[in-house]
């Protein structure tokens, strides 16, 4: 019987001292042991057999555990996998050549060894028949053991060939639960860190997989190269090659569900929801993937993971979910796409929401449609207010207890407040907006400690909406009080953010009062609250008032015959940098107010080439948003104010002199000679086609004509 202790040390001179035909014959019985499974059973036998020289090789034995002892089981997984590597240095590319011999030779033993195909199904796969395989089998020996021999001659493969042993001894070493058997499913999870992973979180997810001694196998596979740090970072050895490939197809399905379970409980953890979502939907863990989606949908947006929240939805979707569950991760989605203005997108989700048995989900979905339209399509948006306020005033009092109750007020109240908002900013009616926001209190009810968060979020919404009521009315003292009314309820509920959003609101209605100093200590909170929870949107919108702050300010200077050119450039660079935060975010509807911003700013600062580029690109970004009704009027407005800015056909010489006769006033054809690429010829063309336009006015009929700008 074969006993581990009376192996030999070594078979290298063995190997180096054997004539080319019996290192083909060694290298070929080998290859037959692998493909009948005989390499995996030598420590089972017990008959005197001839081993193969390659057990005992420094190419095998190489590739042990840092002070592992030699084991004839290992040894001859170690074979297995050199066999392997071997063969796959034949065909480097990654997909087969029919015409090419070098695939044919690595096909004619990959298929029929390393796969175990028979030789006629690897002819199948070569296209070939059986025969035509057995003519390239006995070249690709020679192949394969030409390049053994100069491996064993010079070694310069050494953490390759590390890879393909490990692969191999940890998805094939099956024997009885003990140490070893951990090891391979420590190994087999290993293999699929794809991205680097902190060192500390790894140790931390190996004990939650029952794995024992994990901890003190993962500094042997440090040491091995099995694993590699960078810095504070771990990534598997394996990340790309055959081999780690190999090892990633033969996890158990058991074996996945639970590394993808812990990989997203840690991740949920760090506050990582997609990738939480991601890991549980790659276990196959819908439910939890759809309910992490729902819950955290905002702080998705928010890092700019819209795209691949849409990408994952489809998935979990497609996948067996209770219709209730798939329900609210429509609605959760769908306030995702609203809140970068994706309108289409939106209402496509909401709408399929309607299908939920739950009265209380199909409420929200009439709701948050609702929401889609109120911008775009009043009486669309009218009516599923009115349709979501119906459902659930038609709900028994017996119908929701408890919490469900109160979800259900909370409700029924955001859908009066939606309503109200229609007739502040669409439809402006005050006494129809009063009506509801009324109608709203009512079902808040008195101040009460035990409220639902639902309701205290209600009540923040509330008095944002008095706020716009009284801005309506003129009512600037109400407007005021309301809005720190709304900071305040925000601030008991935790919810930051809205806090951040009220706080950006008050912030605005003070600056643009020109109330600068309380508008700018709201401001600074704003910012703070935002930046504390990562919100782009709070960051991008509290930027842009910033820059409205500094707009205003020289306005103001200018009119009082100051120098507000500085002022101008600092509001410019503060409008730029909210662009580029909505740009990321992909939100439409607010770079076209960033745009029409900068628009109004480089007017003010006689630059009209760079206010016209700005007023094109707002015009394209608000009727990209779906809310050309809302988004245009201030576009509009300039467009009266300065008709040159929405002319296509305006050049870069006509802009300049737009340009200098709005400093001027009044200019003659004296007063462009002396500017770049005018000539005499240009300056009488270019002064005719603005006054044939409209934008200038001639003043007399021969010498001595003056221009001035329209009226």
Same mark, same amino acid.
């Given at each position: 019987?074969?006993?581990?202790?009376?192996?030999?040390?070594?078979?290298?001179?063995?190997?180096?001292?054997?004539?080319?035909?019996?290192?083909?014959?060694?290298?070929?019985?080998?290859?037959?042991?692998?493909?009948?499974?005989?390499?995996?059973?030598?420590?089972?036998?017990?008959?005197?057999?001839?081993?193969?020289?390659?057990?005992?090789?420094? =190419?095998?034995?190489?590739?042990?555990?840092?002070?592992?002892?030699?084991?004839?089981?290992?040894?001859?997984?170690?074979?297995?996998?050199?066999?392997?590597?071997?063969?796959?240095?034949?065909?480097?590319?990654?997909?087969?050549?029919?015409?090419?011999?070098?695939?044919?030779?690595?096909?004619?033993?990959?298929?029929?060894?390393?796969?175990?195909?028979?030789?006629?199904?690897?002819?199948?796969?070569?296209?070939?028949?059986?025969?035509?395989?057995?003519?390239?089998?006995?070249?690709?020996?020679?192949?394969?053991?030409?390049?053994?021999?100069?491996?064993?001659?010079?070694?310069?493969?050494?953490?390759?060939?590390?890879?393909?042993?490990?692969?191999?001894?940890?998805?094939?070493?099956?024997?009885?639960?003990?140490?070893?058997?951990?090891?391979?499913?420590?190994?087999?999870?290993?293999?699929?860190?794809?991205?680097?992973?902190?060192?500390?979180?790894?140790?931390?997810?190996?004990?939650?997989?029952?794995?024992?001694?994990?901890?003190?196998?993962?500094?042997? =596979?440090?040491?091995?190269?099995?694993?590699?740090?960078?810095?504070?970072?771990?990534?598997?050895?394996?990340?790309?090659?055959?081999?780690?490939?190999?090892?990633?197809?033969?996890?158990?399905?058991?074996?996945?569900?639970?590394?993808?379970?812990?990989?997203?409980?840690?991740?949920?953890?760090?506050?990582?929801?997609?990738?939480?979502?991601?890991?549980?939907?790659?276990?196959?863990?819908?439910?939890?993937?759809?309910?992490?989606?729902?819950?955290?949908?905002?702080?998705?947006?928010?890092?700019?993971?819209?795209?691949? =929240?849409?990408?994952?939805?489809?998935?979990?979707?497609?996948?067996?979910?209770?219709?209730?569950?798939?329900?609210?991760?429509?609605?959760?989605?769908?306030?995702?796409?609203?809140?970068?203005?994706?309108?289409?997108?939106?209402?496509?989700?909401?709408?399929?929401?309607?299908?939920?048995?739950?009265?209380?989900?199909?409420?929200?979905?009439?709701?948050?449609?609702?929401?889609?339209?109120?911008?775009?399509?009043?009486?669309?948006?009218?009516?599923?207010?009115?349709?979501?306020?119906?459902?659930?005033?038609?709900?028994?009092?017996?119908?929701?207890?408890?919490?469900?109750?109160?979800?259900?007020?909370?409700?029924?109240?955001?859908?009066?407040?939606?309503?109200?908002?229609?007739?502040?900013?669409?439809?402006?009616?005050?006494?129809?907006?009063?009506?509801?926001?009324?109608?709203?209190?009512?079902?808040?009810?008195?101040?009460?400690?035990?409220?639902?968060?639902?309701?205290?979020?209600?009540?923040?919404?509330?008095?944002?909406?008095?706020?716009?009521?009284?801005?309506?009315?003129?009512?600037?003292?109400?407007?005021?009080?309301?809005?720190?009314?709304?900071?305040?309820?925000?601030?008991?509920?935790?919810?930051?953010?809205?806090?951040?959003?009220?706080?950006?609101?008050?912030?605005?209605?003070?600056?643009?009062?020109?109330?600068?100093?309380?508008? =700018?200590?709201?401001?600074?909170?704003?910012?703070?609250?935002?930046?504390?929870?990562?919100?782009?949107?709070?960051?991008?919108?509290?930027?842009?008032?910033?820059?409205?702050?500094?707009?205003?300010?020289?306005?103001?200077?200018?009119?009082?015959?100051?120098?507000?050119?500085?002022?101008?450039?600092?509001?410019?660079?503060?409008?730029?940098?909210?662009?580029?935060?909505?740009?990321?975010?992909?939100?439409?509807?607010?770079?076209?107010?960033?745009?029409?911003?900068?628009?109004?700013?480089?007017?003010?600062?006689?630059?009209?080439?760079?206010?016209?580029?700005?007023?094109?690109?707002?015009?394209?970004?608000?009727?990209?948003?779906?809310?050309?009704?809302?988004?245009?009027?201030?576009?509009?407005?300039?467009?009266?104010?300065?008709?040159?800015?929405?002319?296509?056909?305006?050049?870069?010489?006509?802009?300049?002199?737009?340009?200098?006769?709005?400093?001027?006033?009044?200019?003659?054809?004296?007063?462009?000679?002396?500017?770049?690429?005018?000539?005499?010829?240009?300056?009488?063309?270019?002064?005719?086609?603005?006054?044939?336009?409209?934008?200038?006015?001639?003043?007399?009929?021969?010498?001595?004509?003056?221009?001035?700008?329209?009226?």
């Amino acid at each position: 019987m074969i006993n581990d202790a009376n192996l030999p040390a070594t078979s290298d001179q063995t190997l180096s001292t054997m004539d080319e035909k019996t290192f083909i014959d060694t290298v070929a019985d080998a290859l037959r042991d692998y493909k009948d499974g005989k390499l995996h059973v030598y420590p089972l036998a017990n008959e005197e057999r001839t081993l193969s020289p390659l057990l005992f090789s420094s =190419l095998v034995l190489d590739c042990l555990l840092s002070g592992e002892t030699p084991q004839l089981r290992v040894q001859a997984l170690g074979v297995g996998a050199l066999l392997r590597w071997a063969v796959n240095q034949l065909w480097s590319a990654s997909r087969p050549d029919f015409e090419d011999e070098h695939w044919k030779k690595y096909a004619s033993l990959y298929y029929p060894y390393l796969e175990g195909m028979t030789f006629k199904d690897a002819g199948v796969q070569m296209a070939l028949d059986e025969y035509t395989v057995h003519y390239w089998r006995p070249k690709a020996l020679k192949e394969v053991a030409s390049v053994l021999r100069s491996e064993l001659e010079r070694p310069v493969h050494h953490v390759q060939r590390k890879h393909y042993a490990m692969a191999e001894r940890y998805q094939v070493y099956q024997v009885k639960p003990d140490d070893q058997t951990h090891e391979q499913r420590l190994l087999r999870f290993c293999a699929l860190l794809r991205q680097p992973m902190p060192v500390q979180q790894l140790r931390v997810l190996v004990e939650k997989i029952g794995i024992p001694n994990a901890q003190a196998f993962l500094d042997r =596979l440090l040491l091995d190269g099995w694993l590699v740090q960078t810095g504070k970072q771990l990534v598997t050895g394996l990340r790309d090659d055959e081999a780690g490939v190999y090892l990633r197809n033969r996890l158990t399905a058991e074996e996945q569900q639970t590394w993808y379970d812990c990989l997203a409980t840690q991740a949920k953890q760090q506050q990582e929801y997609l990738a939480a979502a991601t890991y549980w939907c790659a276990g196959e863990h819908y439910p939890r993937a759809a309910k992490t989606l729902v819950d955290h949908f905002q702080a998705i947006v928010d890092a700019g993971q819209i795209r691949q =929240l849409y990408d994952l939805h489809e998935q979990i979707a497609s996948a067996p979910l209770e219709r209730n569950t798939l329900a609210q991760l429509k609605i959760a989605v769908g306030r995702a796409a609203l809140t970068v203005e994706n309108v289409n997108t939106a209402v496509s989700l909401l709408g399929d929401a309607l299908s939920a048995p739950d009265d209380l989900i199909k409420a929200e979905g009439y709701f948050y449609l609702g929401k889609a339209w109120e911008k775009a399509l009043f009486g669309q948006s009218h009516h599923y207010f009115d349709r979501g306020i119906e459902l659930l005033l038609d709900l028994s009092p017996e119908s929701y207890l408890g919490g469900q109750s109160r979800q259900r007020d909370a409700l029924l109240a955001e859908l009066y407040i939606g309503k109200a908002w229609l007739y502040i900013l669409h439809a402006p009616d005050a006494i129809v907006a009063e009506e509801a926001l009324t109608k709203a209190e009512e079902v808040i009810g008195k101040p009460n400690k035990q409220r639902s968060v639902e309701l205290q979020q209600a009540i923040v919404n509330l008095h944002n909406a008095l706020a716009g009521l009284y801005a309506l009315q003129g009512d600037a003292e109400s407007e005021v009080r309301h809005y720190n009314n709304a900071v305040m309820a925000a601030r008991e509920v935790g919810d930051k953010e809205r806090l951040w959003g009220m706080l950006h609101n008050l912030a605005q209605t003070y600056i643009h009062a020109r109330q600068y100093e309380p508008g =700018l200590l709201f401001l600074a909170e704003a910012e703070q609250v935002a930046t504390a929870i990562e919100s782009q949107e709070g960051i991008g919108k509290c930027t842009q008032t910033r820059g409205a702050y500094h707009y205003y300010q020289a306005i103001d200077i200018r009119a009082a015959g100051g120098d507000a050119q500085e002022l101008l450039v600092i509001a410019i660079r503060h409008y730029t940098l909210a662009t580029e935060i909505f740009k990321k975010l992909g939100d439409d509807h607010w770079l076209a107010a960033a745009h029409a911003d900068l628009t109004e700013a480089f007017v003010a600062l006689h630059n009209l080439p760079a206010a016209r580029r700005h007023y094109l690109e707002a015009v394209n970004r608000a009727r990209r948003s779906n809310f050309e009704d809302v988004s245009l009027q201030v576009l509009n407005q300039l467009a009266e104010d300065h008709p040159e800015l929405a002319l296509k056909d305006l050049s870069p010489r006509l802009l300049r002199i737009m340009e200098i006769a709005r400093t001027c006033h009044v200019i003659t054809r004296d007063d462009l000679e002396n500017e770049p690429g005018f000539t005499y010829t240009t300056i009488r063309h270019d002064l005719n086609r603005l006054v044939e336009l409209g934008l200038l006015v001639r003043i007399g009929q021969t010498r001595g004509i003056k221009y001035t700008l329209a009226a």
